[in-house]
């Protein structure tokens, strides 16, 4: 309805002008030379507006001729633009369908169509390295490393090649490239705390670690590997203080106190707080390892066995200092206590052999002897991942090389349970 009333309008208002140039009175003349023309002013105006139109349209036609070099170019590049557009997803499907060989062909499709923008040299890496062809990979890794829009993309993939093929070297100096164009970034800072734990840079593995990361072997790991003492005690220190149940933090922080003559210190405030938590026969060797003395051995067995006297642990450390002094019937009475305990290992039954030995009971020892062979195996440092045992603790299974694994317990006897060192949980069932 508009529409309609707006051109009734429109004829209205050309109709009266119309017939407004028709009525104009006059004449307009125009002379060049000896040619004179005279007009009616109404179609001399008429004229007028019939040339300006020609003109317009001339103008127009002129631009048209000027601009239609760059007009085609540009209507060539949004067709090479849709046309590398097209490569670039093809490219990315052949990569998810593992379509290899395809992946490089669109890839470089892309790139002759599109150029090398940091997206078509990223596929084309990535599409070289899903066919094997890593030459081609890091070569279009290197060019966007020299990119200053996306360098740290080149280090990344440059990064993964030189770790898929154990060149740590390499790893090490492109995680130092790669950190300086990005840093912080959350994907590097893990890959370079993988690097310096491989490399047993344990510093600046505990130093990159994040929440997930075993935190408190690599501190032991750390302050092991300190050779300024001052440093050392301190990583110690927080190790302990991140999991105060895990042996190898307590012997580790207990040792750094006793070489600064502090082994009062060590036992009270280290060795006891984690028999407390977690009684291990390692901390009561290193107690009593400077001691000679009877009646100080006692002390600290005394002083250990207060921080958690109904444990198996407690009776066998007990046991064993009986038996040390030559007080049989003690040591047979906390021996047969660690059993009940939970403690029916094959140490506990050797144990009750030498007692039954020292004590001419021949009828004991063998008996003792006997339960031995079927009793369960003794407790020690194992592999949660492998299940290898080792004689000491290592921040590493030197068998599969995993990180954290080792810990303190039975194998296959389920009566004790793996101390594995890991922040928040420190005992996993
Ligand atoms: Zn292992």
């Not at 001399?44 to 019939?50: N, P």
């Not at 590398?84 to 997803?89: F, I, W």
């Not at 959350?186 to 993988?194: C, K, V």
């Not at 021949?362 to 031995?372: C, E, F, G, I, R």
Request: glycine share 8%; hydrophobic share 50%.
């Amino acid at each position: 309805m508009r529409r309609i009333v707006s051109f009734l309008i429109v004829t209205a208002i050309l109709i009266a002008l119309a017939w407004w140039i028709a009525d104009l009175p006059g004449t307009v003349g125009a002379s060049i030379g000896d040619i004179a023309v005279r007009l009616p002013t109404s179609w001399a105006l008429v004229g007028f507006l019939v040339l300006l139109v020609v003109l317009y349209i001339v103008m127009r036609l002129i631009v048209m001729v000027v601009r239609l070099p760059s007009r085609t170019k540009r209507m060539r590049s949004a067709r090479a633009q849709k046309a590398g557009s097209e490569a670039v997803t093809k490219t990315l499907l052949a990569l998810a369908g593992g379509d290899s060989e395809t992946a490089r062909r669109q890839a470089q499709r892309s790139r002759s169509l599109l150029g090398d923008t940091p997206q078509t040299l990223l596929l084309a890496a990535y599409a070289g390295r899903q066919a094997g062809q890593l030459e081609e990979a890091d070569t279009a890794f290197n060019l966007l490393a020299g990119r200053k829009d996306a360098a740290f993309l080149g280090y990344r993939g440059l990064l993964q090649g030189a770790i898929a093929r154990s060149d740590w070297d390499a790893a090490t100096t492109l995680a130092r490239q790669a950190e300086e164009v990005n840093p912080g970034a959350p994907w590097l800072r893990a890959e370079r705390a993988r690097l310096a734990t491989r490399a047993g840079n344990w510093k600046e593995a505990l130093a990159l670690s994040g929440a997930g990361d075993p935190r408190t072997v690599l501190g032991v790991a750390a302050a092991d590997a300190e050779p300024d003492s001052a440093q050392a005690l301190k990583l110690a220190k927080q190790a302990w203080q991140t999991n105060q149940a895990f042996t190898p933090a307590a012997l580790s922080y207990a040792r750094r106190l006793r070489e600064r003559g502090k082994d009062k210190r060590a036992l009270m405030e280290v060795l006891r707080v984690t028999w407390g938590l977690a009684p291990n026969p390692a901390l009561a060797e290193f107690a009593l390892a400077p001691i000679t003395d009877p009646l100080m051995r006692a002390s600290r067995v005394a002083t250990l066995a207060a921080a958690a006297p109904q444990h198996g642990e407690t009776y066998l450390m007990r046991a064993r200092l009986a038996f040390e002094v030559g007080n049989l019937t003690d040591a047979r009475a906390h021996a047969e206590a660690a059993q009940r305990a939970g403690l029916d290992q094959r140490r506990v039954w050797l144990l009750l052999a030498d007692i039954g030995e020292r004590s001419g009971d021949v009828v004991a020892t063998s008996d003792a002897l006997l339960h031995a062979a079927s009793a369960d195996l003794d407790p020690q440092w194992r592999c949660e991942a492998c299940s290898t045992a080792h004689l000491e603790w290592h921040p590493v299974c030197s068998n599969c090389g995993a990180l954290g694994q080792i810990g303190w317990g039975g194998a296959g006897t389920g009566s004790a349970r793996l101390q594995i060192a890991a922040a928040g949980d420190p005992i996993l069932p």
